[in-house]
């Protein structure tokens, strides 16, 4: 009681200090420091650069700063020398405890002021794609848990110390550990959380969920030793030791402190996003699992049940095999690691299954045993929440009521060693889904509406044939485009229709597709009809397959759009990104070496530029482009490394590096759509060089290096380095 | 006098605020010199005049800051009050605020020093270069004008209210967002990135032009006028 009643005291004292409010002053601050200076988030979604770097940002200056001002408050009776008056007046147990709670409401009040002032900052920096529920999310998890997780380390470290100078020191090891060595440890880095992306489109849930569960384990275990260093808070003229058993004798105080640290230890172990696949990406030991003798496969079936509030899965699994061994067999399943099995039968009898602990791939090793009957119809059930594997790159298993991804093993078991049937792996697939969902199978199967109930919730079936399949589901808004003579279906996020519009967005799908099917042939992932092209939430990437092809939203973004190396205008850009279907998906290029031209860019940009001059002419294709290049090329060899590269060569291999990205952009984007141009006069016009490209897109692949190399297209052209050097 | 001087040099760095500031200046100062000037500005080598006045510039609104906040020493509350007391001791005021701010200006120098001594190891470390009186030309010319009007107008402001100090501080982050014209480019950086793209040859020797050289000869003028007023003690222009 005397606690609450010293409260409002301690805060309005703390309130009073001006170097409080200089405190909270850098703190409200601290998120502009996201925007130039300390960017952990690296994707480029708009969400990534105007809301995640601010926030993390601003709790690391809050963290630190509010366990500086902890010391400095919990140091100032003592330093005053009134310490001796004070303990007589009050306990010092009460006073530590009002202080903290004092500590805590200031940092409560200037998370609140950080987040009503940045958020006509955000709102507008971000622009369209600005949601509410993922700035408030931000703000709380990114950086308000930081500044109670910073008093409350900081004022351990004095309760314990009881030195000021020591303190900050300890205090300034503990965040320098988190930003440096724990920084790639989701679980450690209780300063900096462990964010590369949030998604603009999209719902970052099982990002947000993941702080949340760190900032958790942190709180209680911070809790836990605070409670210690409590308990070690001097009186009566006692040292630490002294004092921790003085306060001691009422049992329950360790106790809480025991049980804080116990539940931090449980929280910390039961994590449930991170799975625990072996970090050696080489090996593939489930892929070596021989397969059962004489099973083969008839078909599958599969019923998935999202739940999207809980951002868990439920789903039963029926698997008509085979078996003509005559005796029992060992059949193998990969299956997410997040999921528990249950329920395994084999022709309605339940039989022996484990599931191992080891994991590859974010797959565990689900193996059943299979009795010799004919036919068998092994069914299970499973649950759970879809675990991943990358920490550092967390919000791929993102389920929510606007996207879900189920990829193989997330999506229902996979079989592992059982061969085809003669119809190959005939699977049939539901997923019940929100209203508002669309199901997108990846690859030519189409989902259908089989069934509604009266919440609106709507089953999708689709047919396909494999062991694995991918299903993407989202808030999606669904175009039909006739181009190249198939059907384009573009799926993108109903958050990014206003954006997708500005660019023209349908028009640039039509004039892309129709133009490189002309010049350079049919995607060889497109089914031959219809093509899907897939927005996806941000994944550092996106891929293809048969009939469809993913498109990473961070490469849709309004600043991305707006990037004039790319194209003269967003809706320009647009089609760039798209050009990268045939010159980056559908022709492979090997990882660019920063120090060189080449690249899927060079290509791409020069394929741009050829449709932009056959949309909007030669003189605006030419001002836009060709001169944009020629002055960046310019540019770009007068730079002093360029004309003295024995000076770059004499610095630190980091710096070498840094250097040379930064002037990559100008080589890929800007020198070898020039070089090609020159190829292009050289080898006797467009019409040469469209065919010069049309046979390097369908030539013949080496499997083990199906990268388009520079040497290739020179040899194509009949060209040397020398012929096309600008200089 | 001698006496005071040592004993404000002493008062005013060694002290944990100098020290901090030092460490905050070093820090800025690597960033820049290993994010920014490492790349040359304008074509040239990052050790030419051009990016060395370049990195300079970047550096200018933390000196700025870093003088002015010295000259709170002097101007806070608390030193007013002890003003009563030293106002009646048989120092001659001028002598006392001449040493005072000799003083001051040793703090800016020992900061400015700091970042050119850092300028000075990164080249040498980075690029085995020590030709190093090729930049002092560039050092004076963007560094001295500055920090001498800072020393005076800060001073006077000082006098005036002390929070005006903390005002004045953010002049040159002002400055950098204005459209400044061509003469005043040595004020927000832009004079190292444009002027010698305009000379139309490659790695163009220091020069300015004869506006450059008059708007500071101009800003050390005033400068140097307002030190004189700090003959007057503080208190006595209100």
Known sequence: MKTIRLLPLELGRLLQSRLTWLVMLLTVLGPAAGLFLYKPATAATMNSIYLANPAIAGGVVGGILFGLLAIFELDRARRSRMDVLTDAAVSPLCTALARLLALLAAAVLTVALTALLWLPVSAGLTGAVFDGTDYLLAYLLLMGAALPLGILAASCAYQFTRRADLSGVLLAVFAALSLTVWAGDWQLCWLNPCVWALSDDFSNFRVFCSVAWMRLTWLLALSGVWTLSWLCVRQHGKGALGSLARSARRAYRPAVALALLACSCAVHLAQPFIDHSNPDLTVMSFYEIPYAQDVTFLSRSAQVFPDTSAGTVTGRASYRLRNASGREQRISFGINPGYAVSHVRANGADVPFSVSDYQEYNEALLEVTVPAEEVVEVTMEYSGLPQESIPTMQGGKELSSEYLCLENAALSPRLLNVLPGENGYPAELEITLPANMTAVPFGSAQAEVVSQDESGARTWRWEDNGTGGILYAGDYVREDIEAGGMTIQFYYGRKHQAVMEEVGAVEAVRAVVDYCTRHYGMLSFGSGETLKLIQSRVAGGGYAADGASLLDEADFTAANLGDTGKGAAPGETFIHELVHQWWGLGNMFDAADPAGPWSAEGLTVYTTYRIVKELYGEAYAREHYVDQWQRAVDDYYLNFYVRHPEYLELLPESEQLSISNSLSGVRQYSEMPLKILRAEQLVGGEEAMDKILYSLFNRELDPMYPYLTYEEFLSACALTEEELNLE | ?238
């Open chain 2, 1 to 238: 006098m001698s006496k005071i001087y040592r004993y404000e040099c002493r008062r005013l760095l060694w002290n944990k605020f100098f020290v901090g500031l030092a460490a905050v200046l070093l820090l800025y100062g690597a960033l820049v010199l290993h994010g920014a000037t490492i790349l040359g500005v304008a074509h040239t080598a990052p050790f030419s005049p051009w990016s060395f006045g370049d990195y300079l510039s970047r550096m200018l609104p933390l000196l700025w800051i870093g003088t002015l906040f010295l000259l709170t020493f002097f101007t806070s509350g608390r030193a007013r009050r002890a003003a009563v007391l030293t106002d009646a001791t048989p120092m001659p005021p001028r002598t006392y605020a001449l040493a005072r701010c000799a003083a001051a200006l040793t703090g800016g120098l020992l900061l400015t020093l700091l970042c050119t001594g850092e300028a000075a190891v990164f080249y040498g470390r980075m690029f085995g270069w020590y030709g190093w009186g090729s930049l002092a030309l560039p050092a004076l010319a963007t560094l001295l004008p500055p920090l001498i009007f800072a020393m005076g107008s800060g001073w006077l402001l000082g006098q005036l209210r002390p929070w005006l100090l903390y005002v004045w501080m953010a002049a040159p982050l002002l400055l950098a967002a204005l459209p400044l014209p061509e003469a005043l480019g040595l004020w927000n950086g832009s004079f190292f990135t444009t002027y010698p793209l305009s000379l139309g040859t490659l790695d163009p020797g220091f020069t300015l032009p004869v506006p450059v050289i008059a708007a500071q000869l101009l800003l050390l003028g005033l400068g140097a006028v307002l030190l004189m007023k700090t003959s007057k003690p503080a208190g006595r222009l209100r």
